[in-house]
């Protein structure tokens, strides 16, 4: 399966931040959206950054509370892995695994159109297993015994 597919059932498109927005705009806006990540973009809208949770955490290990008063820029994740639509689900899915990070905008024609996550991948192979399972069982259940 490949991630346009995917996407087909989603509701919303990405949601990103200006790169220079504070940390806390940043929190609230990943508190109200129920997201993880963020897309990064810089005043001409172009891609600059992802900034996650794990970001986030990472900032207050280092700033304490102080860190919601700095810039998302000094936070972000500045080197961005992207796929596109027609890539497959298991390929991107060992990529997230190897280089371990769990968010990856989706870009189609140098626009980001959709962000997947690890959870996404995830819940999509599962569905794909169980479909399999119930194929070969119904199978075995239809073949008379050797």
Not at 50 to 53: G, V, Y
Not at 67 to 72: E, G, Q, Y
């Given at each position: 399966m490949d991630i346009a597919s995917l996407l087909k059932k989603r509701k919303r498109g990405a949601i990103g931040i200006s790169n220079e927005a504070t940390v806390e705009e940043c929190v609230s806006l990943l508190a109200g959206e129920n997201l993880g990540a963020l897309i990064v973009y810089d005043a001409h809208g172009k891609i600059v950054g992802?900034?996650?949770?794990r970001d986030i955490v990472q900032g207050l290990a280092k700033w304490g509370g102080l860190?919601?008063?700095?810039?998302?820029a000094e936070l972000m994740t500045s080197k961005v892995i992207t796929c596109k639509p027609k890539e497959n689900l298991k390929d991107l899915m060992s990529v997230m695994i190897n280089r371990e990070f769990r968010h990856l905008p989706v870009v189609e024609d140098g626009k980001v159109i959709n962000v997947i996550s690890m959870r996404d991948l995830v819940r999509e192979r599962i569905a794909e297993m169980e479909l399999e399972n119930n194929v070969l069982r119904d199978l075995a259940?239809?073949?008379p015994p050797i």
């Open positions: 992802i900034l996650s949770e860190v919601l008063n700095r810039c998302v259940l239809t073949r």
